[in-house]
């Protein structure tokens, strides 16, 4: 099998200290593969959003090692000092409740992370007309967030998330706000996406309706793996 694209090592994270502590991750393991749609699964505060977020480089690790693509990013720290950056070229994030910008239309919400990324103008255009297309919303280029249905909003933010083709997409809930259809469609885009990129999508859920769609389940409990 191939490198994975995630990889963690005894990764902890505990939030607070004393007697406020809460240990969310406990001495985690997980890899992920190019090409896998792989749930995140687990009851209410078993760490499934603190993983995908310190993953993404948003939360810090108390301890452990993170690699990302092949490059080790986290070893006792942060070993890029530009998390900002790291999130842009490998990350793309899927939130529930897509999280557009209200006052951007459709294109300009996914030309912003192309601009922010440093491609040029005509590229990025190029991008965007390409993205829109893939995802079928290319009649909504011009729509505001407010103007979309849920459907077409979550395809939106999914083509945000594919515009600077990261190896890694992690989605928070991204289907609990849509009907069984239109969830089962977004779970046949990331699988097209973990396909045709190689990308490896993580996705955190309580979904009953898209459980059957993983590739991998890696289930918590506590903070820790329990098995699939
Ligand atoms: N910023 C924070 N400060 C303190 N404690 C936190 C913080 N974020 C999460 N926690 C705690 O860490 C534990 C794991 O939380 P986390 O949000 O990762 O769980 P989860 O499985 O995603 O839960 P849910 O399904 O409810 O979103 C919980 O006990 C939670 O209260």
């Given at each position: 099998m191939?490198?994975?694209?995630?990889?963690?090592?005894?990764?902890?994270?505990?939030?607070?200290?004393?007697?406020?502590r809460?240990?969310?991750?406990?001495d985690?393991?997980?890899?992920?593969?190019?090409?896998?749609?792989?749930g995140?699964?687990?009851?209410s505060g078993?760490?499934?959003?603190?993983?995908?977020?310190?993953?993404?480089?948003?939360?810090?690790?108390?301890?452990?090692?993170?690699?990302l693509?092949?490059?080790?990013?986290?070893?006792g720290?942060?070993?890029?000092p530009?998390l900002?950056?790291?999130?842009?070229e490998?990350?793309?994030?899927?939130?529930?409740?897509?999280?557009?910008?209200?006052?951007?239309?459709?294109?300009?919400?996914?030309?912003?992370?192309?601009?922010?990324?440093?491609w040029p103008?005509?590229?990025?255009?190029?991008?965007?007309?390409?993205?829109?297309?893939?995802?079928?919303?290319?009649?909504?280029?011009?729509?505001?967030?407010?103007?979309l249905?849920?459907?077409?909003?979550?395809?939106?933010?999914?083509?945000?998330?594919?515009?600077?083709?990261p190896?890694?997409?992690?989605?928070?809930?991204?289907?609990?706000?849509?009907?069984s259809?239109?969830?089962?469609?977004?779970?046949?885009?990331?699988?097209?996406?973990?396909?045709?990129?190689?990308?490896?999508?993580?996705?955190?859920?309580?979904?009953?309706?898209?459980?059957?769609?993983?590739?991998?389940?890696?289930?918590?409990?506590?903070?820790?793996?329990?098995?699939?």
């Open positions: 191939s490198a994975p694209i995630v990889s963690l090592r005894g990764v902890s994270k505990h939030y607070g200290d004393g007697p406020t809460v240990d969310a991750v406990r985690l393991d997980l890899d992920i593969h190019a090409g896998t749609v792989a995140l699964l687990g009851p078993s760490g499934k959003s603190t993983v995908l977020n310190l993953i993404g480089a948003i939360v810090d690790p108390s301890k452990g090692q993170i690699s693509d092949g490059e080790m990013v986290f070893d720290g942060w070993l890029r530009d900002r950056r790291l999130r842009l490998k990350i793309g994030f899927i939130f529930q409740f897509h999280n557009l910008i209200p006052f951007l239309n459709v294109a300009e919400n996914i030309q912003v992370v192309l601009d922010l990324a440093g103008r005509p590229k990025a255009q190029r991008r965007v007309a390409e993205l829109l297309d893939y995802l079928q919303v290319a009649d909504r280029a011009h729509a505001m967030p407010a103007q249905s849920g459907g077409q909003a979550q395809r939106v933010a999914i083509a945000r998330a594919l515009a600077n083709n190896r890694i997409i992690l989605a928070d809930e991204p289907t609990a706000a849509l009907d259809e239109r969830a089962g469609r977004v779970m046949d885009l990331l699988r097209q996406v973990a396909v045709e990129q190689g990308a490896a999508v993580i996705v955190v859920t309580h979904d009953d309706k898209v459980m059957a769609r993983f590739d991998v389940r890696h289930a918590l409990a506590d903070g820790r793996l329990v098995g699939a």
